[in-house]
């Protein structure tokens, strides 16, 4: 076999009982689960940045994965066997989507204008290789974060130039996604966030990220850009407190800047668990909202307390991940994009595939239950059994927004409280258990 990753075979669906670890046991693509087809439900993406461009270091450790384009010198042209990886995987591993980064795709340059002009160049090649294949551009994003020159953040910096200089990457990386039929474009605040108090302006700093959200918006409109524009929550990490906190943290923020309707979430798991939320609970919140876009597919080490980017491999959040999606109506532009990465010691090529076949296999199993669950209406039934109350009778009326103070007051005086019933929390974790196991 030729290509770059020889020594992988095409990956299919073999069933759960297959013993071959090239092998799907549960995602078969092309299984219909609630009128739809699985990968037209689930719309993997691969990430760029953790797969092509990630080595294996951490901060204690040089980096342990010597991939095969390595060995090419010129990084332009070291970038464009990356290109071919990148499709060549996404073909055995039938995922129809990618994510990326400005950089993942090109390193940067001595000047600006040298860095934009190899992003075209690696453009091209990208443009290319989706004519090919049929792969499509899930989002695109900047990286407003790792050069030095953001080390007081990028929107947030103190420093206008800085301001001035992400602007002009954020442009860039919106044209070229843009010109690559990308449904989405991610703002993640990379360091968009603080240190210490002791020096930061909080009003002008936050002030400033929702302008800079602002032209994003104009310039969209500008170049006729129509994909959906994403934030992705995170509390800390790189800075010590990063302004998109979670959710809440950011619906509260577009609203109070005029930004409500240009924005949808996209919930990365790992960042949930560190705000201290679960993954069900910022997918609950978002979709409620009709804010659920798209989704950062990974989970993180529940002992640690930094973001470890890992291949998901929890059935139970898969499972409340799409059950959460299927209530949402499922995705329009969105995905599920495996923002993960193998471990340190994990440095073959074949451990990438691994990692993709683990997560997209715990990801389809989690929407066969998902759907299961939805078709039989078991958490629908339960919410209208405990919320029964507001449905007549002095419920109805406070929905109805009907009764204030007085009238509640002269309610409560008359009837007290009647009864309370049970929240059964146990029971209902118990048939949970039994859709996840005889699913
Ligand atoms: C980092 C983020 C990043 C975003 C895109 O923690 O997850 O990878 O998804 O900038
Ligand atoms: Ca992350
Ligand atoms: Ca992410």
Redesign the pocket.
């Known amino acids: 076999m030729s290509g770059i990753f020889s020594s992988i075979p095409k990956i299919e669906y073999k069933g759960r009982e297959s013993k071959d670890p090239f092998s799907f046991k549960f995602y078969d693509p092309e299984e219909v689960v609630m009128g739809k087809k699985m990968k037209d439900h689930l719309r993997f993406a691969l ?1 760029y ?1 953790h797969t092509l461009t990630g080595e294996g270091s951490d901060p204690f450790g040089d980096p342990t994965a010597v991939r095969p384009w390595d060995n090419i010198a010129d990084p332009i042209e070291q970038a464009k066997e990356r290109v071919k990886a990148a499709f060549e995987m996404m073909e055995k591993l039938g995922i129809g989507y990618f994510c990326f ?1 400005d950089r993942d795709i090109v390193p940067e340059a001595d000047t600006l204008e040298e860095y934009q002009r190899n992003l075209d160049t690696i453009a091209d090649e990208i443009e290319k290789e989706m004519k090919r294949t049929g792969i499509k551009l899930l989002w695109g ?1 900047s ?1 407003c974060f790792s050069h030095p020159r953001f080390m007081h953040g990028a929107a947030t910096s103190s420093n206008p130039e800085v301001f001035a200089y992400a602007a002009a990457q954020i442009k860039k990386a919106m044209e070229i996604t843009h010109r690559l039929g990308g449904e989405g474009y ?1 703002f ?1 605040g ?1 360091r968009e966030g603080y240190e210490t108090l002791l020096n930061t302006d909080l009003k002008l700093e936050l002030d400033n990220f929702a302008r800079m959200l602002k032209m994003a918006v104009d310039y969209a409109k500008k170049i006729g850009f129509k994909g959906q524009f994403y934030i ?1 929550p ?1 509390p800390k ?1 790189p800075t010590k407190h990063q302004y998109d906190v979670d959710t809440s943290t950011v619906l509260g923020f577009l609203r109070e800047h005029d930004l409500y309707d240009h924005f949808k979430m ?1 919930i ?1 798991a790992n ?1 949930a668990t560190l705000a201290m939320h679960t993954f069900h609970h910022e997918l609950y919140l978002s979709r409620i909202h009709g804010k659920l876009g798209s989704i ?1 597919a990974n989970q993180g080490d529940l002992m640690l307390g930094w ?1 470890t ?1 890992q291949f998901p491999s929890n059935i139970y959040d898969a499972t409340f991940a799409m059950y959460e999606v299927l209530k949402a109506g499922g995705f329009t532009t969105g995905g599920l994009n495996f ?1 993960a990465k193998v471990r340190r010691a994990s440095f073959d090529v074949e451990d990438l595939f691994y990692g993709y076949i683990v997560g997209m296999d715990t990801f389809a199993q989690g929407l066969r239950i998902a759907a299961k669950l939805v078709e039989d209406n078991v958490l629908e039934s339960i919410l209208d059994k405990r919320y029964n109350g507001y449905n007549d009778g002095i419920g109805k009326k406070i929905v109805d927004n009907k009764v204030g103070f007085e009238e509640l007051s002269e309610y409560a005086m008359k009837n007290g409280v009647s009864k309370l019933e049970s929240g059964r929390q146990e029971m209902i974790e118990s048939i949970i258990n039994q859709y996840i196991l005889c699913s």
Do not use: Q
Request: net charge negative; proline share 0%; aromatic share 12%.
């Open positions: 990430s940045w980064h994003t990286n991610v993640w990379g992705e995170k990490e996209n990365e960042h950062d973001d980017d923002d």
